[in-house]
T-cell receptor, first 116, second 117 residues
């Protein structure tokens, strides 16, 4: 069965420090992986995705994520956190074998708090 | 990126009434749109996949007669919550991929908060 796990409900980091938000997945075929961010009372904004190619993907607002096939992970990272990065982060996966069904499987979200 | 709008952004209604939420793709055509609901501090729950010109595909456990979806054009999908009750109060979000620009990325509307009294 396809699934996404975000093991941490909340991540706290000091401003200026590096941040990591963890995500692991399970799919039968090759994964298409996504990170989205949600600010309070807002829809989701796309940050980055991995489809194929380089395992290190760079996205919006200085975020990046590394696809690790052996560990089935796609952790989100940023070298230096900003207070404005405080938000809810969602990891999602789609099985490339699903064809035209573009339904995403979502993690439960990780609340990131960056402290000044 | 592609822009998706929703209307209204929030709505309060009395129990038993119906509420229609619109999802529009503003600068691209969307043959497929997805409808989600989100409870406070929880993940997204996919309700249904809206297909232009055909019936929506509902997820298991979602009542199709309760949540009516119409996707009559390539830029508009509507979700109607019929005979709304307090337990239908939630944050409803739609999304759509822009298949001409990037078929894999879903672009999200800003959401509609529904409160049923």
């Amino acid at each position: 069965a396809q699934s996404v796990a975000q093991p941490e409900d909340q991540v706290n980091v000091a401003e200026g420090n590096p941040l990591t938000v963890k995500c692991t997945y399970s799919v039968s075929g090759n994964p298409y992986l996504f990170w989205y961010v949600q600010y309070p009372n807002r829809g989701l904004q796309f940050l980055l995705k991995y489809i194929t190619g380089d395992n290190l993907v760079k996205g919006s607002y200085g975020f990046e994520a590394e696809f690790n096939k052996s560990q089935t992970s796609f952790h989100l990272k940023k070298p230096s956190a900003l207070v404005s990065d405080s938000a809810l982060y969602f990891c999602a996966v789609r099985d490339s074998n699903a064809g035209n069904n573009r339904k995403l499987i979502w993690g439960l979200g990780t609340s990131l708090a960056v402290n000044p | 990126g592609a822009v998706v709008s929703q209307h209204p952004s929030w709505v309060i209604c009395k129990s038993g009434t119906s509420v229609k939420i619109e999802c529009r793709s503003l600068d691209f055509q969307a043959t497929t749109m997805f409808w989600y609901r989100q409870f406070p501090k929880q993940s997204l729950m996919l309700m249904a996949t809206s297909n232009e010109g055909s019936k929506a595909t509902y997820e298991q456990g979602v009542e199709k007669d309760k949540f009516l979806i119409n996707h009559a054009s390539l830029t508009l999908s509507t979700l109607t919550v019929t005979s709304a009750h307090p337990e239908d109060s939630s944050f409803y979000i739609c999304s759509a991929p822009d298949r001409q620009r990037d078929k894999e990325t879903q672009y999200f509307g800003p959401g509609t908060r529904l409160l049923v009294l």
